[in-house]
């Protein structure tokens, strides 16, 4: 950064340098933190597969997954609401560490800033899926349970043929 604004020291910088350290640390450390999450991400994809698996054995399973997923309370609304509000504090904090690095203290002077007008434009807005999109994520767990349906119901008419022909 010195040598690209030609200058020997960060006090001689045109930005304030706190502010430009602050911009690499929360993009660093949230990088970080994504590759993490990332990869509990995945952990818990397996296991919610796994639990789909065993679906076919239980209509419970696949019962209990569809209804979390009409309530919007299952892994994928989950995941989709943590990555919204990372997204929505990354930028927060962007905003308020640009305004940082804008405003140079002259002499030792503090620069005082209105958090509320510099962070007004960046607004959380969470994005949540149609049903259509629920159904389709859902498809399978709503065919294991018509299977389901379907052998109850074979089972059913099988039982009353033979109740009318016992002797």
């Not at 950064?1 to 304030?16: F, T």
């Not at 660093?28 to 065993?54: D, K, L, M």
């Not at 140079?104 to 899926?129: C, E, F, M, W």
């Not at 059913?156 to 009318?164: I, N």
């Amino acid at each position: 950064m010195l040598a690209r604004y030609q200058v020997s020291d960060v006090d001689d910088l045109p930005v304030n340098f706190r502010g430009v350290a602050l911009e690499f640390a929360e993009a660093n450390s949230s990088e970080t933190y994504n590759r993490h999450f990332e990869r509990i991400y995945t952990a818990y994809q397996r296991q919610e597969n796994t639990q789909r698996a065993f679906a076919g054995l239980s209509p419970t399973l696949a019962l209990q997954a569809a209804s979390r997923a009409l309530a919007r309370t299952d892994f994928p609304a989950h995941l989709a609401f943590l990555r919204g509000v990372e997204d929505y504090r990354y930028r927060l904090i962007q905003a308020l560490n640009l305004e940082v690095k804008q405003h140079k203290a002259v002499n030792g002077s503090k620069h005082l800033a209105d958090i509320a007008t510099l962070t007004r434009s960046v607004v959380y807005s969470p994005r949540q899926p149609s049903l259509g999109q629920i159904a389709a994520a859902q498809l399978v767990n709503v065919a294991i349970l018509l299977t389901w349906v379907l052998l109850a119901l074979g089972l059913v008419l099988t039982s009353a043929r033979h109740l009318g022909s016992a002797p």
